[in-house]
């Protein structure tokens, strides 16, 4: 059962170092004073729970530990006492804004070689960033029509992190994370620009679960979600936003996650009441295998299995989710 958390409590946390050493070549900052003119994008856990990955309006990505309070029992009311609890940070600035971000999936803060986090950001490659030190390690080219270096929109790893995929619009580009430059391979997620088969628009999440990492889940804001095959570049299924209402809701998907058993994909969308859930299993089916729900004025959501109310009408704003490991909790904003 999912279940919709209303109420977290608030914590405090005084910035400062998070690492003794300094490197004057490098682009991280010490963040000792709070500063308010700003908001916070996206959060992002690393893999390993120790480390919370930021992006703000003021184009910085900054890295937080995980408060130590969060390691000890917990309070007689099941909670832990964050009041007074503070974490260190390191953050570093982008020179555009920041797209999209990506934990190596087998990220673990006693490996510094496997601290890195993969950013897309306007105008630039994407690159893999040290989340110890904010140096780029490397990156990773997208080129468009006419050999022109374009940004990707959206970016996630490989779950076995040997790859990086970065969303376009109407491709898919996979980068070796060893070999720095153009993709390895790019997959077309439509025949052609005019064409209305296939998935349309700028793809604006990407997500590979590891229940299956061999699939690709993409959603675009063109109202549509997407199921890829890495391994041999193949369309699994397509399903978009029907005129009579049907399919994927909203106007234009901004979160795209299958769910720890499996099976169920959640889908979050701009401008809607309710975040969708759909059975990976009948999407390719064409026939939407799960409960056939009508709504008002004779429609009916053939692929949709489920729904998580929650209120995005009026705002374009990427509102997101968080699931819990077994599945059984979402954590997610409104406006």
């Not at 006492?81 to 934990?103: G, Q």
Request: aromatic residues 6%; hydrophobic residues 30%.
């Amino acid at each position: 059962m999912i279940q919709k958390i209303s109420q977290t409590s608030a914590a405090t946390f005084s910035p400062r170092s998070r690492h003794h050493h300094n490197d004057s070549n490098t682009s991280t900052t010490t963040t000792t004073t709070h500063n308010t003119n700003y908001h916070i994008n996206s959060t992002l856990f690393s893999p390993d729970g120790t480390c919370l990955l930021l992006t703000t309006s003021t184009r910085s990505i900054g890295i937080l530990d995980t408060p130590q309070q969060l390691y000890a029992p917990p309070l007689q009311t099941g909670e832990h006492d964050l009041r007074n609890a503070s974490c260190v940070s390191v953050s570093f600035h982008s020179p555009e804004p920041i797209y999209s971000t990506a934990w190596f999936p087998s990220m673990r803060s006693l490996e510094p070689d496997s601290c890195v986090i993969a950013v897309a950001s306007r105008d630039h490659p994407v690159q893999l960033i040290d989340a110890y030190s904010g140096k780029v390690r490397a990156a990773y080219t997208a080129i468009a029509k006419g050999d022109v270096v374009t940004a990707p929109h959206s970016v996630a790893f490989s779950c076995d992190g040997g790859t990086i995929y970065a969303g376009l619009e109407g491709k898919i580009h996979s980068f070796d994370v060893s070999v720095q430059g153009p993709p390895i391979s790019i997959l077309s997620t439509t025949p052609t620009r005019k064409s209305r088969l296939g998935q349309k628009g700028i793809l604006s999440h990407l997500s590979s679960p590891p229940t299956h990492p061999h699939l690709l889940i993409a959603g675009s804001f063109s109202k549509s979600v997407g199921v890829y095959d890495t391994q041999c570049a193949e369309t699994v299924a397509v399903i978009s936003g029907a005129a009579d209402g049907g399919g994927v809701s909203g106007s234009g998907v901004t979160q795209v996650e299958v769910l720890p058993d499996g099976v169920r994909v959640l889908v979050a969308s701009r401008g809607t009441r309710a975040m969708q859930l759909f059975d990976l299993r009948y999407l390719g089916s064409g026939g939407g295998g799960g409960q056939k729900r009508r709504n008002g004025g004779g429609r009916r959501d053939e692929f949709v299995v489920g729904e998580i109310e929650r209120d995005a009408v009026g705002t374009n704003q990427r509102l997101s989710y968080s699931v819990s490991g077994d599945g059984r909790v979402v954590c997610f904003g409104d406006k």
